[in-house]
């Protein structure tokens, strides 16, 4: 497969879904974006910018700030690559805010899924984030929220 077609080819995974989805190579600790949509553009908040190529630590600015969801997020990207397995974070609070500065309160777990190349080794990680307010909101997930604002099992 030509590089040029990977790159193609990743695109159009992105784009299958109206959730937000990132495709990141799996080379920690850098973790760099191959792919995404417009959904994870508008979340992200990273409109008028150019993610290909950048790292995730580079777009969420990971600092002492947001530690604990940042150890959070690599955590979840090692565990993927290092059992293959499918890596689901605990839904977290990221309010999104319309153009007149309405906050809208939301709700959203991230999943991680592993690409294997046909090696069977894991080359990239595909990145869904799932809007999950309706069920946080109605109570759905039988979860409580913690001190970080994330949702935690009974």
Not at 4 to 27: M, N, Y
Not at 64 to 84: F, R
Not at 106 to 120: D, F, I, R, T
Not at 131 to 136: D, E, H, Q, S
């Amino acid at each position: 497969m030509t590089e040029q077609f990977s790159s193609i080819f990743l695109q159009q995974v992105c784009d299958k879904l109206d959730e937000p989805r990132v495709i990141i190579k799996a080379q920690s600790p850098r973790f760099e974006i191959v792919a995404y949509n417009n959904q994870f553009v508008q979340i992200s908040r990273t409109q008028g910018r150019e993610l290909i190529g950048e790292s995730m630590a580079e777009i969420h600015v990971w600092n002492h700030v947001n530690e604990e969801g940042a150890l959070q997020i690599y955590d979840a990207m090692t565990k993927a690559i290092q059992t293959k397995a499918i890596v689901r974070l605990p839904a977290v609070r990221y309010d999104l805010t319309t153009e007149n500065a309405t906050v809208i309160p939301c709700w959203w777990q991230a999943v991680y899924e592993p690409l294997l190349n046909s090696k069977g080794t894991v080359e990239y990680l595909l990145c869904t984030t799932h809007n999950i307010t309706a069920l946080v909101e109605n109570g759905h997930l039988g979860t409580t929220k913690n001190e970080f604002g994330f949702v935690t099992n009974n």
